[in-house]
């Protein structure tokens, strides 16, 4: 654990910043070839201050959690982790021939402090372990980034998003405390601003107000962007992703997706919220609140449209989107004390759902059961049923897909067996569908 909160730095005059942030995630920095690509981005668009927002490398998130799973139940992780190693040293390699530079001896040492992580905080609770292991991911990938940078020319300053996103003490889901945050953004990231053109620093990862590491969620880097976005009040957000922009559906499944051109900040979170994965929900609030703009680039295209997203709604069309979320379990609870489920039976399953911090996705009710249909999760719903079941009786159905469709008058998707429907929700221009099988 680190304490590293000092308030009583000197007040910093306030200065006019023309910000730009770029985030790039872990699907378009997999290889040195993608490295290059995201310098030619930047060195085209550095003219103002810019902050770079840098997820972990290509699955090194998942490799991660499967090290801290080996670890935690005793089992031997020295393979798995030799090869994350491994796996970052051949990409840094490319781009520096000396094995003596001094980024060698970083990656040692962060290698270093990981297996400490590991081996020393098995006690800790898994989620506090988790954020403790799982962040080092992005702290690897910004170094390398930032190094290679200044090799290229792109002169930066790396910046620890752990001293200045600062979260409450609920672990890989953090939420924000934004009063901190937004102090130590002011204290710590506008004086490097004056002086530097480039800031490198990690999306995912914050620190809670205890001085634990915290992460906010997977796919957080987005959020994180938009975080620094908000407080640096800057002019756009650019995400760069692997595909041209966001579709109503995804264009590997559908081959009649549309790329939406434009989308406004109701429209974009509810995409997202339903689980379109381009994005993560909680990106849009900080960005419209400060009426940022949001463009989704094509990594490999970049002077292509993409998605813009914004407050302007005046010619937008409502276009129908298909969203599929797979791999969804539907628990059914009914009381093992009465017949009927009341609304005190209610209000106890939903504290403990909220307890182990596990999101509906959908819930209905009849007389006499309580459904919902939540993400797989085998940790988390284990000790769920064992909790339900002190009060409740429960039925679990998994693998089963939610689709959902928005402005569903207008949808040209036909992809549900009608008798295979468990759950069907309609809400405005939203229709809902947990099943067990999709025609595609």
Request: negative net charge; contains cysteine.
């Amino acid at each position: 654990m680190y304490n590293f909160f000092n308030f009583t730095s000197k007040k910093t005059s306030k200065f006019v910043i023309k910000m730009q942030i770029h985030k790039f995630g872990g699907g378009s920095l997999k290889n040195p070839q993608s490295i290059e690509q995201a310098i030619k981005i930047i060195k085209q668009r550095n003219n103002e201050p810019t902050l770079v927002v840098i997820s972990a490398f290509a699955k090194t998130t998942n490799a991660l959690e499967n090290i801290l799973y080996l670890a935690r139940n005793d089992q031997d992780y020295q393979d798995e982790l030799n090869k994350l190693k491994k796996f970052h040293l051949n990409i840094t390699l490319q781009f520096f021939n000396d094995k003596n530079a001094s980024i060698f001896d970083e990656i040692d040492q962060y290698f270093q402090q990981l297996e400490h992580a590991l081996y020393n905080y098995k006690d800790w609770e898994y989620d506090i372990h988790y954020d403790a292991t799982v962040s080092f991911g992005e702290i690897l990938s910004t170094i390398i980034i930032h190094n290679v940078f200044d090799l290229y020319g792109l002169a930066n300053i790396w910046l620890d998003a752990r001293e200045v996103i600062i979260t409450d003490t609920l672990h890989r889901d953090a939420i924000i405390n934004w009063d901190l945050t937004n102090k130590m953004i002011n204290e710590k990231v506008k004086p490097l601003l004056r002086d530097n053109n480039l800031i490198i620093t990690q999306g995912f990862i914050g620190r809670s107000i205890d001085g634990y590491i915290s992460t906010l969620g997977r796919e957080g880097s987005d959020f994180s962007a938009a975080i620094f976005a908000n407080c640096l009040n800057a002019e756009c957000v650019t995400i760069w992703k692997d595909v041209p922009g966001i579709f109503n559906a995804d264009p590997k499944i559908f081959d009649n997706a549309i790329l939406l051109t434009h989308l406004n900040y109701k429209e974009a979170f509810e995409l997202a919220y339903y689980g379109a994965k381009i994005l993560h929900p909680k990106t849009i609030q900080p960005l419209e609140e400060k009426k940022i703009k949001l463009l989704i680039k094509n990594f490999l295209d970049p002077d292509t449209k993409g998605t813009l997203i914004d407050d302007y709604t005046t010619k937008d069309k409502h276009i129908s989107s298909c969203i599929i979320k797979k791999n969804q379990v539907l628990i059914s609870i009914s009381p093992k004390d009465s017949l009927f489920i009341s609304e005190n039976d209610l209000s106890l399953i939903l504290f403990i759902f909220s307890d182990f911090n596990i999101k509906i996705n959908l819930m209905q009710t009849d007389a006499f059961h309580f459904h919902v249909c939540i993400d797989n999760n085998y940790f988390k719903i284990t000790s769920l049923i064992n909790r339900l079941n002190e009060k409740f009786n429960t039925e679990i159905k998994h693998n089963l897909f939610l689709v959902t469709f928005t402005h569903y008058k207008n949808a040209i998707f036909n992809i549900l067996h009608n008798e295979n429907i468990y759950i069907d929700q309609y809400n405005g221009n939203i229709r809902q569908c947990l099943t067990d099988s999709i025609i595609l």
